[in-house]
């Protein structure tokens, strides 16, 4: 499988490539902000199967055409997107400069629906899409001091995902979402320097793996939450 892991080089999404990997027939484009972070991890498969692309979602659209030239030259087609990509800057709601809410709002939601854009037409019928929120852009769920603008941005990728799914359904394109909850990243660590995490960034990764191999054949258009503990 041909399989695009968007903001692959650190925590979950870092595990997601490694352990796509693992498997000889899949074929995993891992893109991320750190061009260092991307040749190393290119270097960790037994298989040579992981190709690397600097990918910034603050910015997209100044990456969009050599994305493309990546894409026709060496995928050709997509079976599957994991938008992994996020920015998570806590302030109080007050203290948020312009700057920081417009830098996470392109970044976790902006970015990742312009990479859908552009993907599409190299998926097929059968391609699966899973966008990564966060259980604080759930509804419903609780919400901690500081995330606005950050659970606001999530809460947008959610609701895009079910969007997507009915606009992608007379293409065949399968479009889902999973809300996590916490894993120990240096993520959740600088947001809850005094909370511990229910799992681990492996633990998680696996199950996002997982689900986006197989979770197409029972999931489309779902926001699905992934969480044992608040956070």
Do not use: W
């Amino acid at each position: 499988m041909n399989i695009i892991v968007n903001g692959g080089t650190r925590g979950i999404g870092k595990e997601v490539v490694l352990k796509l990997a693992g498997n000889k027939e899949n074929r995993i484009l891992a893109t991320g902000r750190n061009s260092e972070a991307l040749r190393a991890l290119t270097k960790t498969s037994h298989y040579a199967n992981i190709i690397s692309h600097k990918l910034d979602m603050s910015s997209f659209d100044s990456y969009e055409n050599n994305l493309i030239e990546v894409l026709r030259s060496q995928l050709n087609s997509v079976d599957i997107l994991i938008n992994m990509a996020g920015l998570l800057i806590k302030k109080d709601f007050g203290d948020l400069t312009s700057g920081d809410a417009a830098n996470m709002i392109q970044t976790n939601f902006l970015g990742p629906a312009a990479l859908i854009r552009v993907l599409k037409p190299f998926m097929h019928k059968g391609s699966h899409i899973v966008n990564i929120s966060s259980m604080g852009g759930y509804q419903g769920s609780q919400k901690y001091k500081g995330l606005a603008y950050y659970s606001a941005s999530k809460a947008a990728l959610s609701c895009l995902s079910e969007c997507l799914a009915v606009e992608f359904s007379e293409d065949g394109i399968i479009v889902n979402c999973l809300a996590l909850g916490s894993a120990d990243t240096e993520m959740f660590r600088e947001a809850f320097p005094v909370n511990e995490a229910a799992v681990t960034a492996g633990e998680m990764a696996g199950f996002i793996a997982d689900f986006a191999l197989n979770g197409s054949k029972f999931f489309n258009g779902k926001v699905l939450p992934v969480a044992q503990s608040n956070p």
